[in-house]
């Protein structure tokens, strides 16, 4: 059973900086590509981020290019999401992601976790 587990979200003030984590289970992480995804209240589910298995590609939305990265531990089956310079915007339950194919289209991710909420104030 495949599971992705989601932590380090929380409340911070604008241009803080938060890391959140996605452990996986039950799937050979190194051959998948992981993904986070952003929901803002009220709105649809929108890509943030992809890693490719190894870890050598990666892509970002435009609006977090320069203040989020992502990486992964093999060793640790772990994915993260290091963000500074948060804004209002960036406010959302972050989820994490993973499929076989290197893209930002969530239809295409094959995992889902449950969701870490971010809540950045200004």
């Known amino acids: 059973q495949v599971q992705l587990v989601e932590s380090g979200g929380g409340l911070v003030q604008a241009g803080g900086s938060l890391r959140l984590s996605c452990v996986a289970s039950?799937?050979?992480?190194?051959?998948?590509?992981m993904g986070w995804f952003r929901q803002a209240p009220g709105k649809e589910r929108k890509f943030v981020a992809f890693?490719?298995?190894?870890?050598?590609?990666?892509a970002y939305v435009d609006s977090v290019k320069g203040r989020f990265t992502i990486s992964r531990d093999k060793a640790k089956n772990t994915m993260y999401l290091q963000m500074n310079s948060l804004n209002a915007e960036d406010t959302g339950v972050y989820y994490c992601?993973?499929?076989?194919?290197?893209?930002?289209?969530?239809?295409?991710?094959?995992?889902w976790g449950q969701g870490t909420q971010v809540t950045v104030s200004s």
């Open positions: 890693i490719s298995g190894s870890g050598s590609s990666t």
């Open positions: 992601a993973a499929g076989l194919s290197l893209t930002g289209s969530e239809g295409l991710y094959d995992y």
């Open positions: 039950g799937l050979t992480f190194s051959s998948y590509v």
